[in-house]
């Protein structure tokens, strides 16, 4: 069945440091892909998305490309900051005829002063 | 511009009780779902609803019950309340992803933080 896998965390970074969580998909057909963010005792709000191959979704600094050929969605950002630390979780959905979101078991960041 | 409203935002049963978590969205959105959150597991979906009169069990629907009779409204109802869903529990709706021009974007609420004796 469909699936989304993500690195484990926690990732602990200096700030200003660059930031890659890994993030892979397992579905059929061409699922939209999704990051999103939870900071301390809130819910999770949309970090940014991609609907379709090599589309790059991009928000706040932080960047994802929708790689078809290796089924992956990996979140970058080039300099973090302490105001980044949260979970942030990888997440599908498909586009035909299922309303599912697929989530990966998120990744803790702690961003150091 | 209220969004997905879930009540209440803390509460402690005992076990053996019953409770409805409650949710309400105000932007007409036809999906929507109850998810908790576990430590280290990640969100689990419950159940979900595609529409007004429509329910279905996602992945841990056990000793949960739900019902949607309107498409602003999708309650959460623990039959009898065990150890085991003491949890944070999220609401969260969107438009379908067939519907024209949507991409299916998942709106939450705040959470519901649930501890069982």
């Known amino acids: 069945g469909n699936s989304v896998t993500q690195m484990e965390g926690p990732v602990t970074l200096s700030e200003e440091a660059f930031l890659t969580i890994n993030c892979t998909y397992t579905?059929?057909?061409?699922?939209?892909l999704f990051w999103y963010v939870q900071y301390p005792g809130e819910g999770l709000q949309l970090l940014l998305k991609?609907?379709?191959?090599?589309d790059k979704g991009s928000n706040k600094g932080f960047e994802a490309t929708y790689r078809k050929e290796t089924t992956s969605f990996h979140l970058e950002k080039g300099s973090v900051q302490v105001s980044d630390s949260a979970v942030y979780f990888c997440?599908?959905?498909?586009?035909?005829?299922?309303?599912?979101?697929?989530f990966g078991t998120g990744t803790r960041l702690k961003v150091l002063a | 511009n209220a969004g997905v409203t879930q009540t209440p935002k803390f509460q402690v049963l005992k076990t053996g009780q019953s409770m409805t978590l409650q949710c309400a969205q105000d932007?007409?959105?036809?999906?929507m779902s109850w998810y908790r959150q576990d430590p280290g597991m990640g969100l689990r979906l419950i159940h979900y609803?595609?529409?007004?009169?429509?329910?279905d069990q996602g992945e841990v629907p056990n000793g949960y019950n739900v019902s949607r009779s309107t498409t602003e409204d999708f309650p959460l109802r623990l039959l009898s309340a065990a150890p085991s869903q003491t949890s944070v529990y999220f609401c969260?709706?969107?438009?379908?992803?067939?519907?024209?021009?949507?991409?299916?974007?998942?709106?939450f609420g705040e959470g519901s933080r649930l501890t069982v004796l």
């Open positions: 997440a599908s959905r498909g586009t035909s005829g299922t309303y599912k979101y697929i």
């Open positions: 579905a059929t057909g061409y699922p939209s």
């Open positions: 991609a609907t379709k191959a090599d």
């Open positions: 932007m007409n959105h036809e999906y």
């Open positions: 609803s595609v529409g007004a009169g429509i329910t």
């Open positions: 969260a709706s969107s438009y379908s992803s067939g519907t024209s021009g949507r991409t299916g974007e998942l709106f």
